[in-house]
Every structure is written in C-alpha cells, then in structure tokens.
C-alpha cells in the first residue's frame, strides 16, 4: 500500500485533478464535485497574495484548484465533519497543509471565530435548492449538499459580505433560475454584481450554470460576458472546456 493509499478510508476513492498532479479523495457515500465547483474555481478573479476563503467548501476541490492560481492562504469551510476530514486528507495528499487550511464551521456564524472584512476573495458553490423543493434524499449528507438546510442563499450572501474585505470580491455558482433571487440578495448585503456568465451544456440549449462576481461595496457597473458552452454537437468537450478539465488553463477567458 503507497502513502496516498494508506490515507484512503473504506468507500473512498482517489481521483485526478489532472492539473499540476493534484488528487482528491471522493466517495460514493457523499456529494462529490462537479463541473460547477471546476468552473468556479477557474472564474473568480484570483489575488496574487493575501487571504482566500471557500465557503461550502465540501471537500476541498475548489482551494486545491485555486492553489494553482494564487500564493494567497486559502481557507475552506464546511459544516459537515465527515467532508472536512476528507479534504483535511487531500490537503495533506498533496503537500499542501501550509497553504489551505480546512476548518469545520457554520457560514452564518464564521465571522465569529475569522473576524470580519478578512479576505480578499470569498468563493462559495452554494446549495441550490430551497429546503422545501425536491425530493430530499435518504441520505442527509447529500442532501445537505443539494439543499439549504443548513443556510439559505440569503444567509450565504450576508456571510460573504461580513467575511470579504471592502474592495474585495465574492464569486458564486449556481443555477440560472435562481439569478434574480441571487442579485437582490448579494444587493441587499452591499455586494455589487460586477460579471456574469452563463453556461450552456449545448449551444442550442438553455444555461443551466451561472457564475456571478460582486465586488464589496462598488458601484453598478455589470457585465454579461460571452456564454461557455460545455459540449460539442457529437457530445464531445468544447476546447475551452477541455483545456480546463486538461489542465492546460488555470482560468476562464
């Protein structure tokens, strides 16, 4: 058994991050990341230095990408135990301990034990679905994952803004039928939405991702930018999806 092994419990699972030789541990058991969380990591305007903050970090995929990007301190925060250990793993997999650190902590009352106006840049793949929509899962990790049980996107949107910095950013990813609830929100709590870019898994397809970055305290000055379309008509990845699954961009154009 290899060292990366030995740090591998029951039902986990290494997988390839394809970028600088990063691995994370997943499991079928709980919610693994998807592309939004990739895409997300990739969209957010990065600074060179200073303090980086994941919110709903589940496990870790986010700070290990944006270790790629920025020498900033990352921190990730999740509130459910089991996913911090697994990203606490994969940190340390990878070599990365002094730069990311995982805390297991509530969003709506980190501030507490943080400070206010600390970082520089706060990312956060929120639950997508209010409390009461959908089918609940029997199994309440994943369920926690897909749902706002434990913060709604009102909730999100005040802790980033007590957490980032004035003139700091906050990018988010979420669904497009929720962007009117997302702006009055990241409004209401003095985060001005400044990109926005839609999307799409096939060109001729309705968005069905959005990535949003607000600026703490600025002025109304949004921009739309062009949509990202994920698949090619025969179902193969776009270029400019594939150079980021491959590694070849650290960032979206």
């Not at 929509?133 to 709604?152: C, F, M, V, W």
């Not at 003095?190 to 990109?195: D, F, I, N, V």
């Amino acid at each position: 058994m290899n060292a990366a092994e030995e740090l591998l419990m029951p039902g986990e699972r290494l997988d390839d991050l394809k970028t600088r030789g990063l691995k994370i541990i997943q499991s079928g058991e709980v919610f693994s990341f998807s592309l939004d969380a990739v895409l997300l990591a990739r969209f957010c305007s990065v600074p060179p230095r200073g303090e980086v903050l994941d919110l709903c970090s589940g496990g870790g995929v986010i700070p290990l990408l944006l270790s790629t990007r920025t020498d900033a301190r990352i921190t990730g925060v999740e509130i459910q135990p089991r996913l911090v250990d697994m990203a606490a793993r994969s940190v340390a997999l990878n070599g990365l301990a002094a730069r990311i650190r995982m805390v297991q902590a509530d969003l709506k009352t980190y501030h507490e034990q943080a400070g206010c106006g600390v970082y520089d840049l706060v990312t956060v793949n929120p639950p997508y679905l209010p409390a009461d929509s959908g089918d609940l899962k029997a199994n309440p990790q994943i369920a926690a994952a897909r749902h706002e049980i434990y913060a709604t996107l009102a909730d999100v949107a005040k802790a980033c803004a007590r957490l980032v910095k004035s003139g700091g950013k906050v990018a988010m990813v979420h669904r497009p039928s929720r962007l009117a609830d997302i702006l009055t929100e990241l409004r209401a709590a003095r985060l001005e939405p400044k990109r926005i870019r839609f999307v799409h898994p096939y060109a001729d397809r309705e968005a069905n991702i959005v990535l949003i970055e607000a600026l703490k305290d600025g002025k109304p000055d949004l921009r739309l930018l062009p949509p990202l379309v994920v698949h090619e008509p025969d179902g193969s990845y776009t270029g400019e999806v594939l150079d980021i699954f491959e590694g070849r961009s650290l960032s979206l154009k």
